[in-house]
């Protein structure tokens, strides 16, 4: 039977509801997924580049000294401003040098 109440609290309030519908393995994974980026400019060691996250294209900087080439995945680890702060995924970085 159709229930308002759930539809509306589910059309604004989505993440809630697909929390407690999603094992809690797949629910670790989409939290996961929402902190990749790629990145679509290089980010050089303490210098900006670019990256896309959640649909749109942001200014990113890697606080580590590594360069992350375009096209790498990388995750999101905080925002600060309009930057966003990454590291890499991988265990393989490109060394600054």
Not at 43 to 64: D, F, K, M, V
Request: aromatic share 14%; glycine share 4%.
């Amino acid at each position: 039977m159709f229930n308002p109440v759930e539809f509306f609290y589910f059309i604004f309030n989505p993440s809630k509801h697909l929390e407690q519908r999603i094992a809690p393995p797949f629910a670790y994974l989409l939290e996961e997924l929402a902190r990749e980026a790629i990145v679509t400019e290089t980010i050089h060691p303490h210098q900006l580049g670019r990256a896309y996250y959640r649909s749109t294209w942001w200014n990113a900087y890697c606080q580590e000294d590594i360069i992350l080439p375009e096209g790498e995945s990388v995750r999101v680890v905080g925002i600060s401003n309009i930057t966003l702060v990454v590291e890499p995924k991988t265990t393989a970085r490109s060394q600054a040098g």
